[in-house]
């Protein structure tokens, strides 16, 4: 009979053993998702503080199938004694609260350091500054097994010119040439979703991709918020209750958890049986079991409200459209705020016609999806956006989805957003997400064939108008002809009638379109 | 009548301009009305003997977009027309769809401009050879009769006589409009084929009954139905027609005497004085004439006979009752069995005596 061993390993270590889970299967996959996480971490940096991103990536062959990435911010900087966990121990980061951010717990651009320091043998190096006057360099690895940063070295330097932002630049082994669709893919994606950014790529053949933003406004940022109460499990209850100082059950709930007042509180400990002056530290764990239920089961806790989340609004994501395909017309639509499962949610969604969009070709759709800002760029085919759209009726709004040159864009921000894999890539289908990105895509839908219904009267309009403006001349010298007149008659009066009649038609079709 | 309208046509021409030139000038939509040429228009006049237009009108207006590009061609057809009459110049349907290509008229194939052409025939109230617009002639006319041609100016005022040329005499339009000197005929035969027509004129049928004759080849052109009324009307000679016995060769003749739908939008071209002295159906039996069985499309063509109005006289139902019956037909020609002269000789003085009798 043998022995089975267990150890417990270190976090590091898991995510070193599972790396596919998180989008490091292979050089071209590692390649994008590197530059994704470091270019994500940078945006939060700046946009969680209300700064307009100017993010710059460089991507530089060493050799063979090694790379090394540098992506410079302009955010807000790390102070300079976290660096060394920021970079160098998965699962740390300020992220770990619940507002809209891009990743949640800082995982993936540890990874990246990982996956580089596995890969490349490669240290990070990174240089950072909060605006003081130092700026700070370390050059780190990770300590895999213990999850610990190892500090190689660590220079402190005079910031005369206040430069605040990090810079971090590490060494992997990649595969740029097979990866490099997705990743110019992303970064053009991105400028759409964040068109108050300035987007810098350069890739290893020295070809510069350059997004300029359009716009210095910068969505509001995302507050933090405490968690709701149909969003909790039983392990985060009791950590709840381990780190609360509050010595009753009304005061617990009323502190830590979000929008629950002292009337809901009493209400539902009632309905909950529990006692309200009860202190949480001493509930026994069946005690515990039944408050988690209750909480999913309780109908009377408020919605979670969206000030947690950071949606980047219909002015802002028509002018992102606008600058990449410059369409004909652009119907956006922002939900109002939703919920699902005590997660707070927006769907923002858009639909652009003509222009530069492309007519794709029969069964295949032009669909631009985003969460958090991130655009995901994988699995289309089995995220929610793409079964409502196949579930749509597109005829009802006089749409031909495979004819006509059109795209679709959807957004959606949450506090945790649904997806289906770590990786990232794509939205799990739940109703509550599903109800609203439908609604919205047919609200945008609706809008366009006001749109197009508009465009085809005026279009009807000024062809009948071109017709009499063919006919009316030579009628009128065929007359004078006839007549045996000198000078053909003045015909501008009866064209004049003309077109005040087209004008009349044009603004009754404004109205009826309204 | 065809003489006297070059004037005419021309005063129309240039009133329809007025009345467009007007109208823009006031700052309305030009339109013009034209008798509609819907069968339900088509109806026969009892004291024309004749299909004409009823009261029915169409509208061809600048304001209405589907009928601008219309009242644009049918002016400029209008205006083709007047160059046509002023310069003196003819032209036909193949010509004129060539020409309207150099004005970016767009007819979208020629049946549009022919019919854009009886549209102005419609609202002028005259034929199109009344502007100069011709179809290929192939009716012919041989025969005593003196004639002075008015048009065109190259020959205006020279005499020639119809008898002169053996082959006869194309019917054109300097045919048609010429005055007539003198006549020493005293009746008109109107023949459906060339063959007969050669062989009257061989066997002297012109001088055996002092008659003028004319060759329709087929259905009778407008020119030659003009010139058998002018014969008729100008002169008094009667006019026999001769055609075959079957339902297209009896139509023949009843469209010398009392015109087509096609053109009820015409008036002055029909001869309702004309005589049909045969083949009828009944001459089969009567003369033993050789004869063959009516096709499918004869039988439908007389069932369509029947309906018509202008075969309701009794003669001409009772002929189409023998077609119904017999169920056969013949050829002016069939007459050869009987020697090449029966035609003239006995059949020709024994119709007339019938139809003169009766």
């Known amino acids: 009979m043998s ?55 460089k991507l530089i062959g060493e050799g063979g199938s090694i790379y090394k990435i540098r992506v410079e911010d302009n955010g807000i900087g790390v102070p300079y004694d976290q660096v060394p966990y920021a970079f160098g121990q998965i699962l740390f980061g300020s992220k770990y609260t619940l507002r809209q951010s891009r990743g949640i717990f800082g995982l993936g651009g540890k990874m990246a350091v990982l996956y580089g320091q596995i890969t490349a043998h490669s240290a990070v190096r990174v240089l950072s500054s909060t605006g003081g006057f130092e700026k ?32 971090i630049e590490f060494g992997f082994e990649g595969d740029y040439i097979r990866a490099k669709p997705k990743v110019v893919e992303y970064f053009r994606q991105t400028s759409i979703i964040l068109p108050y950014a300035n987007i810098l790529f350069v890739d290893p053949d020295g070809v510069l991709y350059r997004f300029d933003k359009v716009t210095d406004e910068v969505p509001k940022p995302a507050e933090t918020v405490k968690p709701h109460p149909y969003g909790v499990d039983l392990e985060i209850l009791h950590r709840m209750i381990n780190a609360t100082r509050s010595s009753t059950m009304v005061d617990f709930l009323v502190n830590n958890f979000h929008r629950v007042g002292v009337a809901t509180a009493i209400n539902f400990l009632k309905e909950a049986k529990i006692s309200q002056s009860a202190n949480p530290r001493t509930l026994d764990s069946k005690e515990l079991l039944r408050l988690v239920n209750k909480m999913k089961e309780y109908d009377g806790f408020q919605p979670p409200d969206a000030q947690c989340l950071s949606p980047i609004g219909e002015e802002l994501l028509r002018k992102g459209i606008i600058r990449e395909f410059r369409p004909e017309y652009v119907a956006v639509t922002q939900r109002g705020a939703s919920a699902y499962a005590g997660y707070p949610f927006i769907v923002e969604a858009a ?39 196949k579930k749509i009726n597109w005829q009802r709004y006089r749409l031909d989805v495979s004819a006509m040159p059109l795209a679709f864009f959807v957004h959606i921000c949450a506090t945790k957003v649904p997806y289906k894999t770590v990786g990232k890539e794509y939205i799990a289908d739940r109703p509550e997400v599903e109800y609203e990105i439908e609604w919205a895509l047919k609200t945008c839908a609706r809008d366009i064939r006001n749109h197009l ?26 007359s004078t002809d006839l007549a045996g007149n000198e000078k053909p008659p003045d015909y501008g009066k009866v064209l004049r009638r003309v077109q005040a009649h087209a004008k009349e038609v044009e603004q009754r079709s404004l109205v009826e379109a309204e | 009548m065809l003489r006297k309208s070059n004037r005419e046509v021309l005063s129309k021409l240039s009133e329809l301009g007025n009345e467009i030139y007007a109208e823009i000038e006031r700052g309305e939509f030009p339109r013009i009305r034209i008798p509609s040429r819907t069968t339900s228009n088509i109806v026969f006049n009892e004291e024309l003997e004749q299909f004409v237009l ?7 207006s600048a304001a209405n977009i589907k009928q601008i590009r219309s009242l644009t061609q049918l002016l400029w057809v209008a205006s083709f027309a007047k160059r046509l009459v002023t310069e003196g110049k003819s032209s036909t349907l193949r010509d004129l769809y060539y020409h309207s290509l150099n004005y970016g008229i767009k007819f979208r194939e020629q049946t549009e401009s022919d019919d854009t052409v009886t549209d102005l025939e419609t609202l002028l109230g005259e034929p199109r050879e009344g502007f100069n617009i011709f179809p290929k002639e192939r009716s012919a006319i041989f025969g005593d009769l003196e004639i002075e041609y008015t048009t065109p100016e190259t020959h205006k005022g020279r005499r020639v006589n119809l008898g002169s040329n053996p082959d ?32 009257f004129i ?6 055996k009954f002092n008659a003028i004759l004319i060759d329709t080849a087929g259905q009778a052109p407008r020119l030659a139905r003009l010139l058998i009324r002018r014969l008729n009307l100008e002169l008094g000679l009667p006019v026999y027609l001769l055609t075959d016995a079957d339902p297209w060769g009896m139509h023949i003749a009843m469209v010398i005497i009392r015109g087509s739908a096609n053109a009820a939008h015409l008036r002055e071209l029909t001869t309702v004085k004309a005589k049909w002295v045969g083949l009828w159906a009944t001459d089969i039996k009567r003369f033993s004439l050789p004869s ?55 059949y020709l003085p024994k119709k007339l005596k019938m139809i003169c009798e009766s």
């Open chain 2, 54 to 60: 009823g009261e029915q009108r169409s509208l061809r």
């Open chain 1, 453 to 478: 219904a508009k465009k085809e009267k005026a279009d009807i309009v000024q062809r009948r108008l071109s017709v009499f403006e063919r006919y009316l001349p030579m009628i009128a010298q065929f």
């Open chain 1, 351 to 389: 639909v652009a016609y003509g222009g530069d969009i492309p007519v794709t070709p029969q069964d295949e759709i032009l669909v631009f999806r985003f969460a958090n800002k991130i655009p995901l760029l994988y699995d289309l085919h089995s995220d929610v956006t793409m079964k409502v759209i």
């Open chain 2, 292 to 346: 063959f069985p009516l096709t499918k499309l004869d039988e439908e063509r007389i069932r369509l006979l029947e309906e018509d109005m202008r075969y309701r006289e009794f003669e001409w139902q009772s002929e189409l009752q023998e077609f119904k019956k017999t169920k056969r037909r013949a050829e002016l020609e069939a007459f050869s069995a009987h020697g090449l002269t029966a035609i003239v000789d006995k």
């Open chain 1, 3 to 57: 022995k089975e061993k267990f150890q417990s390993i270190s976090a590091a270590d898991f995510f070193y053993r599972n790396r596919e889970i998180a989008g490091f299967d292979n050089p071209v996959r590692a390649t994008y998702t590197i530059i994704r996480e470091l270019v994500e971490n940078a945006l939060d940096a700046c946009e969680q503080y209300s700064i307009p991103p100017e993010v710059r990536t």
């Open chain 2, 202 to 207: 061989e066997e002297r049928v012109y001088d």
């Open chain 1, 136 to 167: 700070y360099f370390y050059e780190l690895s990770i300590d895999v097994q213990e999850n610990k940063p190892i500090i190689r070295r660590k220079d402190v330097t005079p910031n005369p010119g206040r430069w605040r932002g990090t810079i």
């Open chain 2, 168 to 199: 006869g005499v194309m019917v054109g339009l300097s045919v048609a409009q010429a005055d007539f000197i003198s006549c020493k005929a005293d009746k008109v035969f109107v023949i459906e084929k060339n063959a007969v027509f050669r062989r």
